[in-house]
């Protein structure tokens, strides 16, 4: 159980286009959906948490305009780069949680490695 | 905002007993200890989770204190799979709010398993 898929798995584009990975939980209903961003050889870096039906919240550094995220249903959450620059590439990554648990539990998605050229 | 500190690398020879200690001194009354693993180009994978004494699972024991600064993640007999990146996180989702939320993942350490 606790199935998080992403897709796609990996994505090229070109500079100045726009970029949308898709985020869902499999077999569970996920009130928040967690989106970070990790570079090469480094840690996982937080950059919103989205809450099914209400505006996400970005972590301080985080460009709201240029990752837009949608989170329309329990389900699925979409992380859109737009107008993507060859330094957005980058490994993303989206976890997701349950709402009522005392527990600090998230269950991560495959990832998506995007590369821009 | 609890931290964590860990070491950065640890190497080990398959069959062994592989400890990794992770210390968070400002861990808060709510906060739960949680370690994920994660192997390259993949999400982190979550292997346990405790608040205190000791707890165990098919795959690893978490060590915790009764202070609880600081927690250690015991793999029993370890393999070539099991090298990979082991991150340590403190917190209670609920409390997240923003910057100042409990979702920071640490640097890890990469764990070595030698044949």
């Known amino acids: 159980g606790a199935v998080v898929s992403q897709h796609p798995s990996w994505v090229i584009c070109k500079s100045g286009t726009s970029v949308k990975i898709e985020c869902r939980s499999l077999d569970f209903q996920a009130t928040t959906m967690f989106w970070y961003r990790q570079f090469p050889k480094q840690s996982l870096m937080l950059m919103a948490t989205s809450n099914e039906g209400s505006k996400a919240t970005y972590e301080q550094g985080v460009e709201k305009d240029k990752f837009l995220i949608n989170h329309a249903s329990l389900t699925l959450s979409t992380l859109t780069v737009t107008s993507a620059h060859p330094e957005d590439s980058s490994f993303y990554i989206c976890?997701?949680?349950?709402?009522?648990?005392?527990?600090?539990?998230?269950?991560f998605g495959p990832g998506t490695r995007l590369t821009v050229t | 905002l609890a931290k964590t500190t860990q070491p950065i690398s640890m190497d080990s020879y398959e069959g062994q007993e592989v400890n990794i200690t992770c210390s968070h001194n400002n861990i808060a009354t709510n906060d739960y200890i949680t370690w994920y693993q994660q192997f390259p180009s993949q999400g982190p994978r979550f292997i346990i989770q405790?608040?205190?004494t000791k707890v165990t699972n098919e795959v690893a024991s978490l060590f915790i204190p009764a202070d609880r600064k600081s927690s250690t993640l015991s793999l029993p007999r370890v393999s070539l799979s099991d090298t990979a990146v082991y991150y340590c996180?403190?917190?209670?989702?609920?409390?997240?709010?923003?910057?100042?939320?409990?979702?920071?993942f640490g640097k890890g350490t990469k764990l070595s398993v030698k044949p």
């Open positions: 976890s997701a949680s349950t709402s009522g648990r005392a527990s600090y539990e998230q269950y």
């Open positions: 996180l403190v917190g209670v989702l609920r409390d997240y709010g923003g910057s100042q939320g409990n979702l920071i």
């Open positions: 405790g608040y205190k």
